[in-house]
């Protein structure tokens, strides 16, 4: 059996380990031949199950070389900032797209999603400030108790939903403020979460 050498040895673990870093991946063991410019395939799998034996890298079922948890990356969902949402009484939506943000679907969840920049101190007594940045799943409909993003009149506003008998609760979670009561609002988005802002 062949002796492999230390330093190849070492030069295939850390381009593996930088490779997994800033791609999310593994690279295949033609990219390390062809990167590290060593001479055969045989040889980079020789080297890669000294790796392992040696558990400096594990591979998968398929003999590919297994991305370490901390290096994976996980689904993302593009989530625009579109602009400010009242926490007080409902002001004009502004509906301009500021920026778009990759949010993680493991933190996020999945679905379409919006952020929305919070205005006024209605909803204090959920954590919600102004400035904070507001993550919404873009739907129609919410179930009691839910923080929604409501259309009132051509206005928008973040308040706690009820349902009671035929009229719509918007409730602020302060105090000092009371219910909006409407007949009907249009339902624009459920919170989500809510990003501190400092």
Known sequence: MRTL???TLARIENYVKEYQQENGLSPSYRQIMHALHLQSLSGVQRYVLALERSNRITRTNLGNI????????GEVTQAPLVGQIAC????FAEENIE????LPQALFGGG???LVRAMGNSMIG???NQGDLIVLRSQNSAENGEIVCALVD???TLKRFYKKGKEIVLHPENPRMKDIVVNECEIQGVLVS?????
């Open 5 to 7: 050498n230390e330093e």
């Open 66 to 73: 297994e991305v370490p948890l901390r290096f994976k990356r």
């Open 88 to 91: 007080g009484q409902p002001t």
């Open 99 to 102: 920026e778009t943000f990759a």
């Open 112 to 114: 379409k999603l919006f």
């Open 126 to 128: 959920v954590g919600i």
């Open 154 to 156: 051509g206005k928008t």
């Open 194 to 198: 809510c990003i501190k802002m400092y």
